[in-house]
């Protein structure tokens, strides 16, 4: 199963990308799960160190519907919007939260695989900052990550909203990086006979 998860608070150009991503997935044959952050509920990891007794967060917020998923996927997409030139204080939450999967299970993660989609308001407003903490993410629980490849999908998607949704829809060479993304995700996991 892939999973995208969404770390915009809003129905806009990061859900709309991710959507269109697994929607082409889906196309291929893949099975697909959606978990966005918008509407939820999601605590910072206080760094208590409950986790670490491998029973899991102590925070029982939205987050916990989302750890059986993160644990049972094959594969990832992790979609931020830009903010800062970083990655949104969802997207790091869950990343951080997920600690608590890795209390219970250091080898959770290995051998999944992730790919990245990070939509600015900006042209050049980080997405590539944005894709390499997420790639920075995946290395060090253990995913291995993939892109479109050089000439146009270096790092994964990076997408240009011009703070609209309209504008993320005319990103035409960033829609053409996620194709090229999903693409390749998708013709791995049929190598490794992955649905
Ligand atoms: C707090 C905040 C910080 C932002 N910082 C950046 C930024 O550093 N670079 C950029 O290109 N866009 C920035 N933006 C704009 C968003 O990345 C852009 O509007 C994006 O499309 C939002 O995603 P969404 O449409 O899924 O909500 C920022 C927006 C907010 C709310």
């Not at 750890?67 to 992790?78: G, V």
């Not at 995700?185 to 190598?191: F, H, I, R």
């Amino acid at each position: 199963m892939i999973l995208g998860i969404c770390g915009s608070p809003r129905s806009q150009a990061t859900e709309y990308a991710l959507k269109r991503a697994l929607v082409l997935l889906g196309k291929e044959g893949h099975e697909v799960e959606y978990w966005g952050a918008r509407g939820k509920n999601i605590g910072f990891c206080t760094h208590c160190d409950y986790c670490l007794n491998g029973e899991g967060c102590i925070v029982k917020d939205d987050v916990q519907e989302l750890y059986p998923l993160l644990a049972e996927a094959d594969a990832f997409i992790f979609a931020t919007p830009v903010y800062n030139g970083a990655v949104s204080a969802q997207i790091k939450a869950v990343m951080d939260r997920s600690r608590a999967l890795f209390a219970k299970n250091p080898g959770v993660f290995h051998d999944k695989v992730g790919i990245a989609i990070a939509v600015g308001g900006d042209r050049s407003g980080g997405q590539e900052l944005a894709i390499q903490q997420i790639i920075t993410y995946y290395t060090l629980t253990g995913v291995f990550t993939l892109s479109g490849g050089a000439f146009g999908s270096n790092l994964g998607a990076s997408i240009w909203s011009k703070d609209t949704l309209e504008g993320a829809k005319d990103d035409e060479e960033g829609l053409k990086a996620l194709r090229r993304t999903v693409k390749r995700l998708s013709k791995y996991l049929k190598e490794v006979e992955v649905k």
